[in-house]
Antibody, heavy 120, light 106 residues
Framework: QLQLQESGPGLVKASETLSLTCSVS??????????WGWIRQSPGKGPEWIGN???????YYNRSLKSRLTMSVDTSKNQFSLTLSSVTAADTAIYYC????????????WGQGTLVTVSS | DIQMTQSPSSVSASLGDRVTMTCRAS??????LAWYQQKPGKAPKVLIY???NLQSGVPSRFSGSGSGTDFTLTITSLQPEDVATYYC?????????FGQGTTLEI
């Protein structure tokens, strides 16, 4: 049973960098069976896909965030991470980490989500 | 980007009712559509993938249909635990996109 858990600061100042980590248990982040991803959800809105990363380090980013976004995998800690630079109030959201199979036609496992608020 | 439009935005029904909600894609996505259920304070949970495939462990009262641009999620015999917001998501092409949701009330 794959389990995912987000961690990171809940408050980030505008113009600074948001950094989140997702800890994976139940399988290895090095597994070739999964894509790892980040999805966020602003209050009262539908989810927004942020990006995917494969164990090899291959990434697929939402082009609306691409210039500010970096995703990485840390196999030694069985974690993957997200950094989003130059944040604004529009980046305030619940951030979820999630996993999908290599076909990635749906997100099967999700973390519980972590609220990140961008303050001015 | 492919836009996903859900209707209605909210629906009220009675226990035991049959409920239908729709999702329309702005372009052909074949059958690459998933439906999720989200309860307050929780992460979304997949119900249906590839338009009509029931995810393991999901009650059989949930079903999905459609292809191309028009899709439907049907709940037969509505139960109290079905109160939630339902989202569709296309997986045809990046960036993956979600609809704005249909909130189901009893």
């Amino acid at each position: 049973q794959l389990q995912l858990q987000e961690s990171g600061p809940g408050l980030v100042k505008a113009s600074e960098t948001l950094s989140l980590t997702c800890s994976v248990s139940g399988d290895s982040v090095s597994s070739s069976n999964y894509y790892w991803g980040w999805i966020r959800q602003s209050p009262g809105k539908g989810p927004e896909w942020i990006g995917n990363i494969y164990h090899s380090g291959s990434t697929y980013y939402n082009r609306s965030l691409k210039s500010r976004l970096t995703m990485s995998v840390d196999t030694s800690k069985n974690q993957f991470s997200l950094t989003l630079s130059s944040v604004t109030a529009a980046d305030t959201a619940i951030y979820y980490c999630a996993s999908c199979s290599t076909s990635c036609i749906f997100w099967a496992s999700w973390g519980q989500g972590t609220l990140v608020t961008v303050s001015s | 980007d492919i836009q996903m439009t859900q209707s209605p935005s909210s629906v009220s029904a009675s226990l035991g009712d049959r409920v239908t909600m729709t999702c329309r894609a702005s372009q052909d996505i074949s059958s690459w559509l998933a439906w999720y259920q989200q309860k307050p304070g929780k992460a979304p949970k997949v119900l249906i993938y590839a338009a009509s495939n029931l995810q393991s462990g999901v009650p059989s009262r949930f079903s999905g249909s459609g292809s191309g641009t028009d899709f439907t999620l049907t709940i037969t015999s509505l139960q109290p635990e079905d109160v939630a917001t339902y989202y569709c998501q296309q997986a045809n092409s990046f960036p993956y996109t979600f609809g704005q949701g249909t909130t189901l009330e009893i």
